[in-house]
């Protein structure tokens, strides 16, 4: 069957990633996450390549663990997903933990107002800027990135959700709120791009699959607001992305994308789009049929499944996309209670389906 391609991301037939938890790598491997993990260079380096060995000697033969042998100057935590600093950068107090993921404390600020000129002299920034600066020193270049996360997200992580009835109470000031955090997000993300050439591995890993780096906008907060509202207050910041900076994406993590197949299909470019688990993909599809759906396997519901029902879920979902140029498979945030038979079986049935599709690279 000829199936559409989008040329724009030149990928290769159902791309594939996982991405384990901080409590897996810590119960597994011993790794801690502390603000070290996060801002020693030396330590940077050395975390990452530890990473790296212990997904090659898991999972190997599907092509994981490729940079084992490397030590790389990883400006972020490409292994995680952990959107933490932008909102760090804009007055919240972030806490670091051993077996978790940085944890955002909102700042419940008082005024609907932050300041570009202040997050990039925040202490948060001159700590990045401090890791950027040691490894270029040291290695002469950079690569990966750090997750820029999302409008809204950083919104109420700065507001707290007082915000979204400041959305009803008080429209304007909460329109040019977020005007100001987006001018922050893309400052950042681009400064970023700049020094490495990407920006959204650490947001999903399946992305560093695309030969063509994505920009991939995080909307795991837009389950808490109406379409309506998204398409008043935050669409618009979508569609000048859209045609700013292609391949496009949006990040979706909660269990109703397709509340939004229609808003996003008016977008008027979305190359990529994450559907988180309980998504309807069909119905994602027939308004999308031109966007990469990166599907998306709950790492709650993988711990309490057999291999043959991990197996059979995964061929549902790419079945239900209806395209496998267009389709990618991934499982975020699995804990240590998932084995490595149950994400191996996510690999075994990706690689079934490319013979079946008649992958050329197989």
């Known amino acids: ?24 790598w810590h119960h597994h491997e011993g790794i801690t996450f502390d603000e070290d993990f996060f801002f ?10 530890a990473m790296e060995e212990a ?64 997050a990039f002299r925040s202490p948060a920034f001159e700590k990045l800027e401090k890791l950027l600066d040691a490894l270029k020193t040291k290695y002469g270049y950079l690569c990966g990135d750090v997750n820029f996360s ?12 007082q915000f979204l009835t400041d959305l009803y109470d008080t429209p304007e000031e909460s329109r040019q709120f977020l005007q100001e955090i ?14 490495t050439g990407s920006t959204s591995i650490s947001v999903n890993r399946n992305v560093r699959n695309i030969p063509r780096p994505v ?29 700013k900076y292609r391949p496009f994406g949006i990040h979706y993590c909660g269990e109703d994308p397709h509340r939004y197949a229609a808003a996003f299909a008016a977008l008027p470019h979305l190359d990529f789009l994450d559907v988180g688990w309980g998504g309807d993909v069909a119905t994602l599809r ?18 309490r499944q057999s291999p043959e029902t991990i197996r059979r879920t995964v061929r549902g979902l790419v079945e239900a996309s209806g395209n496998p140029w267009l389709t990618g498979v991934c499982a975020i945030n699995m804990d240590e209670k998932v084995t490595d038979e149950q994400i191996t079986a996510i690999f075994e049935e990706v690689d079934a389906l490319r013979h079946e599709y008649g992958d050329p690279l197989v």
């Open 40 to 49: 020693h260079p030396a330590r940077r380096v050395e975390v990452e390549r």
């Open 182 to 195: 987006a001018e922050v997000t893309e400052r950042f993300a681009q400064g970023i791009a700049a020094a």
């Open 55 to 118: 997904l090659f000697q898991r999972w190997g033969r599907f092509g994981l663990g490729a940079d084992r042998d490397k030590s790389l100057p990883i400006v972020g935590a490409v292994h995680l997903a952990a959107g933490y600093l932008i909102s760090e950068m804009l007055g919240c107090r972030v806490e670091y933990s051993a077996g978790a993921p940085p944890a955002v404390i909102p700042a419940h600020v008082d005024r609907l107002h932050v300041s570009a000129d202040d």
């Open 150 to 161: 999302g409008i809204l997200n950083h919104a109420l992580d700065v507001r707290g959700q």
């Open 286 to 303: 027939r308004y999308l049929p031109e966007t990469f759906l990166n599907v998306r396997y709950s790492p709650v519901e993988i711990v």
């Open 1 to 24: 069957m000829d199936f559409r391609r989008n040329e724009l991301l030149g990928n290769r037939m159902l791309p594939v990633d996982i991405v384990l938890a901080p409590a897996w």
């Open 215 to 243: 920009f991939l906008h995080s909307e795991c907060s837009h389950v808490m607001v109406s379409v309506r509202q998204y398409e008043t207050f935050l669409m618009p910041f979508d569609v000048q992305w859209s045609c």
